[in-house]
DNA sequence: CTGGCGTCGGTGATAAAGTCACAGAGCAAG
DNA sequence: CTTGCTCTGTGACTTTATCACCGACGCCAG
């Protein structure tokens, strides 16, 4: 049953009871977990699948700020269920997930009284400020061509993506028309094969030029 | 001696075994209080002053993340704290600043002991990565010349401020040259009055055009 | 099987922002 | 006054964003 980590690291009988309190739930793919503006009523583990977290600006463009997979826990949770404000980003699911929700007055409990679990609570915290680090640092200086050449390459060394163009600009926070220049550009190359909903990965999209 | 509204919440006798291991410590303006890649020794607590937190891409360029002033915590030190990576980032003073270090051991019995405490620390959380997405939109998503602006009239909508374009730019995460235009642009509507390392807000900066 | 419709992708024109290279202005110390 | 350093201004060019529009594709109803 306590299918992450955080879970397994609990001693007895403080597991047993906290699995009492825990609601489990299965979410399609396509299902919003929460969206802007919404509250929270309990942290989330992901036991499963993949979840992405987005926000939208007020200029209606939105980017994709992290995903989560198993073994991850919904760190942007923890402030809206500590302080009770709003979500600022939603969150969809994208493969089928699993996920373990914990209950805020559950969340405080264990805090006190496991240290593993803190531990990690922190360290997830700490990896989640990382990686919006690293995004601001990649939206504020690196070229975009760059940018989708290694998203391209991450999902696809060799083979088949299904997405299209408008989702791939989400993804790294630019337009669809500067991305359809850009796979254009790549296509040219010999890099990738390009149909609708669709880019096929053909040739070395890293160090290159 | 518990300058610090954290430190205020704790209930005696912990808050004086509290203060007996926590280090005080001031700090002069331009002193770096901790660079990328250091490891961390405690969490500090911000008394007084101010402290502005950036980071330098692989590219050499630098951004402005984020500011902490009095009764902030440096939450971006917990998870260097917990899990013995470095930081991916470097503080450093503007204003004089007093600080409170709390040692690694001393954290987590805090938030063993102390359901405040355990707020506090996750609301700070909270505001960081709320922070934090806020800046990805606003660098991936908004004009230049607009966020230029707004930085301008937030620090002295009438009056002078004291910085070159050169240190203007790593606020905004930008290049120098673009700064130096755009200020240029602002002085032939009479908005601002430019001259070495100043800049002198003479006219109304937001809401036009 | 075909015609209509909604989504997806391509592209030109133009504006904004980033890059590179360099020159001149302001300031301080000798 | 000269020297040397930092700071600022600017031209030329590239990359990215924005706006406008059209044609291609896939699907479904008739």
């Known amino acids: 049953m306590a299918r992450h980590s955080i ?13 009492e309190r825990i609601q489990f739930m299965t979410f399609p793919a396509g299902q919003v977990l929460f969206t802007a503006g919404e509250r929270c009523h309990g942290l ?26 198993a073994d991850d826990i919904c760190t942007l949770s923890i402030g809206c269920l500590m302080t009770g404000r709003g979500y600022r980003a939603e969150a969809v699911v994208e493969e089928e997930a699993e996920a373990a929700m914990i209950p805020r007055g559950l969340f405080d409990r264990l805090l006190e009284q496991s240290p593993e679990f803190r531990l990690g609570i922190m360290e997830s915290y700490g990896r989640r400020l990382d990686d919006l680090m690293l995004l601001v640092e990649e939206v504020a200086f690196r070229r975009m ?62 160090g290159l030029d």
């Open 7 to 19: 879970l397994q690291t609990l001693p007895e009988p403080l597991r047993s009871q906290a699995l």
């Open 44 to 69: 989330p583990l992901v036991l499963s699948g993949s979840v992405k977290v987005q926000m939208t600006g007020v200029s209606g463009h939105s980017i994709v700020l992290y995903r989560m997979g």
């Open 145 to 206: 061509d760059e940018r989708l050449a290694e998203w391209l390459a991450a999902r696809a060394a060799q083979g088949t993506i299904a997405i299209t163009h408008q989702e791939l600009a989400i993804e790294l926070g630019t337009a669809r028309e500067v991305v359809s220049r850009l796979l254009k550009e790549l296509e040219r190359r010999g890099q990738v094969r390009l149909s609708r909903g669709r880019i096929d990965v053909t040739g070395e999209l890293s």
